[in-house]
Structure formats: structure tokens, C-alpha cells
Nanobody, 115 residues
Framework: QVQLVESGGGLVQAGGSLRLSCVAS????????MGWYRHVPGKQRELVAT???????TYTDSVKGRFTISRVNAKNTVYLRMNSLKPEDTAVYYC?????????WGQGTQVTVSS
């Protein structure tokens, strides 16, 4: 089993920054993909960014140039640095890890951006 614990959400004004962190523990293969998703009530969960254990990254178009995903493999930790935040970034952000086709999710952390 794998457990994910997120932290770093909160309330911020538009234009501000936040950094989310997620620590994974348990049976974690060296080869995995970690990522961040977000969910707004009434909408589908949206992929925000992913990063492989080798460091390759992907981003959804709406956050490119503003968000940066990174990880420290030795700590099984993934980060999401969010700059120039907009009210439309308001959501619950979930950490995700994929290990050989199995996915695990964190409990989510609320990010609220006020205008």
C-alpha cells in the first residue's frame, strides 16, 4: 500500500503564490509517475501536471508558465509551485502516484484564490 499526504494549500490573493507538497510512503517502486490533479465541484477532475521519476514533466495548457512541478526522489516527495495564481485556479488539489498501472491518491488540499 501507498499513502500520500499533501500540504501547503490555503487562501491567497490573485497574483500570489503557493507551494504544495506531497509525501509518499509505503511500497514505492523507483519507477513511477507523480502528479497533481484538481477538482472543482460540478466539474471533472483535471490533470494539472505530472513528473516521472526521471524528471520528465507535462502540464495542462492553462498552467504552463505559471506552475512548476518538481520532485525529490530520495524523499518520495513531489512539489507544485504555483505562481501568478488566478481565481480560476481555485480547487481542491490532489496528489497522485502511478506505480505499474496502479494509482494512489492523497486526501486533497484546498487552494482558494481571491480576486
Amino acid at each position: 500500500q501507498v499513502q500520500l499526504v499533501e500540504s501547503g494549500g490555503g487562501l491567497v490573493q490573485a497574483g500570489g503564490s503557493l507551494r504544495l507538497s506531497c509525501v509518499a510512503s509505503g511500497s514505492i517502486s523507483r519507477l513511477n509517475v507523480m502528479g497533481w490533479y484538481r477538482h472543482v465541484p460540478g466539474k471533472q477532475r483535471e490533470l494539472v501536471a505530472t513528473i516521472t521519476s526521471g524528471g520528465s514533466t507535462t502540464y495542462t495548457d492553462s498552467v504552463k508558465g505559471r506552475f512548476t512541478i518538481s520532485r525529490v526522489n530520495a524523499k518520495n516527495t513531489v512539489y507544485l509551485r504555483m505562481n501568478s495564481l488566478k481565481p480560476e485556479d481555485t480547487a481542491v488539489y490532489y496528489c497522485n502516484i502511478r506505480i505499474v498501472g496502479t494509482e494512489y491518491w492523497g486526501q486533497g488540499t484546498q487552494v482558494t484564490v481571491s480576486s
